[in-house]
């Protein structure tokens, strides 16, 4: 009864070798590619840990750089500028970038969230100096002077597509049975959100939040144009004198954002070019400082999710 | 509560006459990491029979079914100790070519997964795979098992109609004849019918009966009531206090069903617990 068997056709011995042949060929291939793509980041790291861990040390830490052509000194008025001016745009982009994911997952398919969706993807695709450009025109210009809240200001229109698109990737991933749950008990829309939603993307959350910060601490081009540089930005010294001159805490706070600033990439670009050896070597220093920031909020957010994973999952 | 009697496999054939044995699971256990999801299970699976794993969920059934084919070396940090025997063989000895076993034992899934091409160009897929080009024979075939799996009046007018365009009784047949197609010896399948409405079930049980001239299936589900309608023999598997999944019970189905030898299993099947 039995039509015949397609092994009729098959050569099942050829095929093995064919196939055990083709397997190793692909295999090392993709072993070569993964060597390939993990080498730039590795010969990186340990280029600049090499060329700037040697020149680490404290006063980098708690000084501001010596005179031109001087040795010693530090970088205290770009870690502060950074922090300052990347805090700025935290505040200024992830509450508005996770506030409007929240949004698109609620109503998806209406014309505002299409919108959202469409500005935010052409926002990220645009070039970072021009974002600068945008942020000396309406900020700079009208304010007559650079300042670190010019340069937060761009920093956070940098932020927020990436943490804005993210967030919304990783709400989507959380099962709508979960939300819908929430809601079927009489739970406001916003409340399934906040305390159902979000703690179930929390993971990849934190993940697009950290990408978002780590493009801003990053840029170097829009500052250019918004917080300048300024080689003697140091907050201690701003409080100090406000203290001293009995100014309110509006007004200090005024003076931090309202001077221009430093940041790390910008003075390592600047010291890089300059004739100096002090100063080329301080770049490299920041370059390590730099990487460690990265490294570091890197670890933190992921020990903080591997110890919120525990207290969930058991 | 009272429970209605199972109904018991409908072609009302005595109690299976002897068959070969086509697989043996002899001794095995499985982790994922450190947690042991199934302790120490022996159970042979007869040739051109039916035999169903049953048993509450989170008893280990599914993942028992993944270590005949070797699906669970799919999953990171799972590990299987004892042997599976495919005629004889062991299919986790060092030097086994874990290709060709899961081309001999198929699998059909929970959910209908028809890839995203033709009806055609799905059940072609596996023929493909195996180096086959002739046109003539991929149609014979494509044709030959359609018609195993029951589909062939509705989809012989358009075979090149998207595979994932059809409803879902008719993609898990869809499935069934991809699996088929490639004429393995055992067909694993995963509760083939919770995703599906009665009458698609209903067909797909029909089906079951015809394929297992040609084929020896393993089949879990979730019903008791199905495994006593299509199954020879089955097993049941239950939970430990470690949550490790353990046969209970294995012997034809109607022996099971009727005179259970463990308290536990009379306990599942008249519905007091699972």
Known sequence: MAPESIYAHVNLRRNYRRRKILNTVMLSLTGVTVALAVLPLVWITVYVLLKGGRYLNLALFIHLPAPMGTPGGGVLHAIEGSLVMVLLASLLAIPVALLAAFYLLAR??????????????????????????????????????????????????????????????????????????????????????????????????????????????????????????????????????????????????????????????LTLWKYAQQPYQERVQLAWAVAFVLMLFALGLNIAARAWLAYRRRKLYG | MTQQPVALNRTDKPAAVASATKMVIRGVSVYYKTFRAIKNVDLPVYENRITAFIGPSGCGKSTLLRT????????????????????????????????????????????????????????????????????????????????????????????????????????????????????????LMDEPTSALDPIATLTIEDLLQTLKENFTIVIVTHNMQQAARISDYTAFLSMDDDRAGYLVEFGPTVELFTNPKEKLTEDYITGRFG
Not at chain 2, 73 to 99: C, F, N, S, T
Request: hydrophobic share 50%; net charge negative.
């Open chain 1, 108 to 265: 998806p398919n209406t014309a505002v969230a299409q919108a959202v969706r469409f500005s935010t993807d052409m926002l990220a695709g645009i070039p970072s100096i021009v974002v600068g450009l945008f942020g000396y025109a309406v900020i700079v210009v009208t304010q007559k002077h650079y300042s670190a809240f010019a340069g937060g200001v761009v920093l956070a229109i940098i932020m927020l597509p990436v943490v804005l698109r993210s967030a919304e990737e990783m709400l989507k991933l959380v099962p709508p049975e979960m939300r819908e749950g929430a809601l079927a008990l009489g739970a406001p829309e916003w409340r399934a959100a906040l305390r159902v939603v979000l703690p179930a993307a929390m993971e990849g959350i934190v993940t697009g939040v950290m990408l978002g910060i780590a493009r801003a601490v990053g840029e170097t081009a829009p500052l250019l144009f918004t917080a300048l540089g300024n080689d003697h930005y140091e907050i201690g010294q701003i409080v100090r004198q406000g203290l001293h001159y009995h100014q309110s805490m509006g007004q200090i706070l005024g003076q931090i954002f309202g001077q221009p600033a430093d940041a790390l990439p």
């Open chain 2, 68 to 187: 005949l084919n070797r699906m669970n070396d799919l999953i990171p940090g799972a590990r299987v100790e004892g042997k599976v025997l495919l005629d004889g063989e062991d299919i986790y000895a060092a030097g086994q070519d874990v290709v060709d076993i899961r081309r001999r034992v198929g699998m059909v899934f929970q959910r209908p997964n028809p890839f995203p091409m033709s009806v055609y160009d799905n059940v072609a897929f596996g023929l493909r795979l195996l180096g086959i080009r002739q046109k003539s024979i991929l149609d014979e075939v494509v044709e030959r098992s359609l018609r195993a799996a029951a589909l062939w009046e509705h989809v012989c007018d358009n075979l090149n109609q998207s595979g994932m365009a059809l409803s879902g009784g008719q993609q898990q047949r869809l499935c069934i004849a991809r699996a088929i197609a490639v004429e393995p010896e055992v067909i």
